[in-house]
């Protein structure tokens, strides 16, 4: 498969990225149009102490992220202060978080042990064949080597923030959340996309509704997807009615002896052809119908096959991404 240009705009014709206060000291680094590998990061800035939430899918995505966390740190009231310790929590083993890690090498970088155990897999995401236009940079791979099973009790400066995993796979097998209780700010990673498909693949269809309802248990005010604009607790509903259209369409679909991208080409979206990103039904539906046959969530998928069907879905075009 090759890419052209034409097929893939160039990154600086999207809006920059920006940093957004979501409470006192508290920050969404948002990054338009939150498609394929252009992720959400989070920065939580204390007087002694700097909590990253991801990095990014590029040396300069990520270089450009840590600029605005400099930036943060220099502004007025916060001169004169001595370096703070830096840490970073990784959201999920995906390159668009984690390929950047490297770039901050004096940080402690924590997240789920699957999470480390899957980058010490897999290295540095750079998929061949799909994305070769992308200028990935100088990336090493630099995987949690603080990890924790299900929760982790961060503090910046005495601001509480617990890490949570939910006991499933969802999104991947190893999806962490950040919750701020004193400001009801959740920062989801990608079990939230606001404005995108769902993309479950790598995780379970199952697990992610397990997920949302303990995402809603939290109660949060605040949402910092893992792509997309800041939200409300609405877009989990929203992701809800997705997913068990999923389990429907597969179930309906095994009935009919279809295949995963027949369902999906038969599929009727409705309100979710609205969401960027459609053809990720395909790989959905190719967990979805593994989920019938009886796979647990995470249970390994063929990806490459999954990644061919979404190409397919999508007219033989490459999947659009401007990272
Ligand atoms: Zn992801």
Redesign the pocket.
Known sequence: MTSTSRDHPRSHELPPPRAQQVAERVYAYIQPDGGWWINNTGIVLGEHTVLCIDSCATERRTRAFLEVVDGLQRQPGEEGQHRRARMLVNT?Q?G??TNGNCLLPDATIIGHRRCREAIQALGILRPDGLWEHVEWGDLEPAPPFVTFEHRLDVYVDDLLVELHHFGTAA??TNDVVAWIPEHRVLFT??LVFNGGTP?VLMGSVAGSLLALDCLMELDPAVIVP?HGEVCGPEVVDAAGEYLRFLQEIAAEAKRSGLTPLEAARRADLGPFAALTHPERLAGNLRRAFAECEGARPGDPIDVATAIAEMVAFNGGRPLTCQA
């Open positions: 999920h995906h668009d978080h999104h991947t990673g990608d993309f893992g």
